[in-house]
């Protein structure tokens, strides 16, 4: 099995080089493995091996990875932002084998058909997609059949448990809310909420791509030619006088040296036909950065030579900017997963006993947010401008998403023992942006990264995120398990506020009356969501797959302007955001560029 944590001392070249073992860099080496066993490929990961990994495997341990000292995601500081109050974002990322895919929350969430259509690129819109992204999956899931796939290596269902109780009272409270229940909002068109499915297999186990597409490649004894190296960062791509990439340049990953150990020192290998940078939306711009390839006014302050000028590289950042709403339940604790929350869940004696719950992701609904138009104008005549451009023509366009979650997903000392559930707001199309960019040659250094959450100038994102609170409340209150809200977690309201917390031992009576909050109470929640919105851990976009004039990157075929032999693949080079979770996004890209990279190297 060609998976080291050295590099072999006979491995000095090959055919293929792929910086970054994440989703789509996992989907990449696959396929070309599979295309031409005798194609040399090096995959060169900074984390570790995720096969075993408990963590990884039961999807139930998820929040484990979340933990500072955790070494299955990495944890990018940002700088403080003045809009945010000062606060100081910190985004997750993965950091292992499979990358994202190894560490998400497993939601299974698909793009609006506009979405990739509106990326406005030769090959890359939805129906030319929709074979690749199907190709992807084994779906088990409610729906349309013909708009899923059946035959890939990813499974997607409701794995071995979900609280049906808490489910469908969020389902029923939603119809007598008047939002609309879909069978399946994951099908390109439709809006509106569901009962979720994951990235899960029907016996329990997280889909990530290490496990499904790369290790069995490994494993099988007919691709020796696919080499895998963990626990090692990629510092710089090599170019040749010619501006062609010829090879990387690495070292062991401090993360996994000993206390006190030193890093040896670097190491480089040779690309005899192409370099493909996979390290994501947060590390591809820096790596590119590093190597001296972007703004020459970005490189020349931090001290890097200029190999090809190219301004568009990490200069805008997107992300879903994100809210949690936890509320007091009638649950029983077998029907949610606060023991995790609370420290006592028993790891070992769950595996031993094989319990049901650990194949589960506690997500049991999922939701696409769309205003009716009668509801616009509550929030402003620049909203309605906004809307009128960007939404009112195209109806599967979601200005939200929406997780219900069956717990309350966070280690917090503030929540009384207790059963919980939790509403999670994505706002899907921002109109703010960030940026991110190195300060120095050295990877150790800090980075300049703002998420530029909530800057845009009119706060048409705080609007929105101000009217998905208010409507997932009102679906909230109207279920039967509903108690009240936990108010360290939701706006002070005055306590003489229709709109104040609450704390009942039944179901409020029908009919349940909508809440008509005032000026006050909105500036109260306008102040709330900007000390508590944060990242949704969806970051993408930081490298723009767009014509080199509108700041792009990368040219429809991923190739990097100005350069040669180098191609940028994974969520880094979409051109514009996505109204989904972003690891459906991330497996198509995957599945994109092999289908370019075979064709190009002529396969």
Known sequence: MPLHTQLPGD???????????????????????????????????????????????????????????????????????????GRAQVVPTGGILGGGSSTNFMMYSRASRSD????????????????????????????????????????ISTGTFRSERSRESFIAAAQRAGRPVVEDAQAFDEIGIQRAVSYISPDGVRQDVASRYLLPKLQDGLHPELHVLVQHQVLRIQFDDNKKAVGVQFRPNPLFSADGEPVSSTQSVRARKLVVVSTGALGTPILLERSGVGSPEVLKRAGVSLVAELPGVGAVYQDHPSCLYPYRTSLNPEETLDVFTRGELDFGEWIKNNEPR?????????????????????????????????????????????????????MATDIPRGQ????????????????????????????????????????????????????????????????????????????????????????????????????????????????????????????????????GVVDKDLNVYGVGQLKLADLSIAPENVGAHTNNTALMIGEKAAEIIIRDLEL
Not at 26 to 44: F, G, H, M, N, Y
């Open 116 to 155: 990739y259509d509106g990326w406005k690129t030769p090959g890359w819109s939805t129906d030319e997609l929709l074979p690749l992204i199907n190709k992807t999956e084994t779906y088990h899931g409610p729906g349309d059949m013909s708009k899923h796939g059946h035959n890939g290596p990813i499974h």
């Open 358 to 410: 650990l194949g589960w992701n506690v997500m049991d609904a999922s939701a696409k947010w769309r205003p009716e138009d009668s509801e616009i104008d509550q929030l402003g005549p620049e909203f309605r401008a906004a809307w009128d451009r960007d939404f009112k023509s195209k109806p599967d366009r979601p200005i939200a998403i929406g997780a219900y979650v069956s717990s309350f997903p966070a």
């Open 420 to 551: 919980y559930i939790t509403v999670s707001n994505f706002l899907t199309y921002p109109y703010s942006r960030g940026h991110i960019h190195v300060t120095s040659p050295d990877p150790s250094s800090p980075l300049d990264f703002k998420t530029g959450l909530l800057s845009d100038p009119q706060n048409l994102d705080l609007k929105a995120l101000l009217w998905t609170y208010k409507i997932h409340r009102e679906i909230v209150r109207r279920m039967s398990i509903y108690r009240g809200e936990v108010p360290s977690w939701h706006p002070p309201f005055a306590s003489d506020s229709a709109a104040a917390c609450i704390a009942i031992d039944e179901p409020l009576p029908e009919p349940v009356q909508n809440i008509q909050y005032t000026a006050q109470d909105d500036a109260i929640l306008e102040k709330f969501l900007v000390e508590r919105v944060a990242t949704g851990w969806h970051s993408l976009g930081t490298c723009r797959m767009a014509p080199l004039d509108d700041d």
């Open 11 to 85: 491995l000095k070249q090959v055919d293929v080089i792929i910086a970054g073992g994440g989703t789509a860099g996992c989907i990449i080496a696959a396929r070309l493995a599979e295309a031409d066993p005798t194609l040399s490929i090096l995959v060169v990961e900074g984390g570790a091996n995720n096969e075993g990994n408990p963590i990884v495997k039961h999807p139930a341990f998820l929040l484990a990875g979340m933990v500072p000292e955790s070494k299955t995601n990495m944890f990018v500081q940002g700088l403080e932002e003045e809009q945010l109050e």
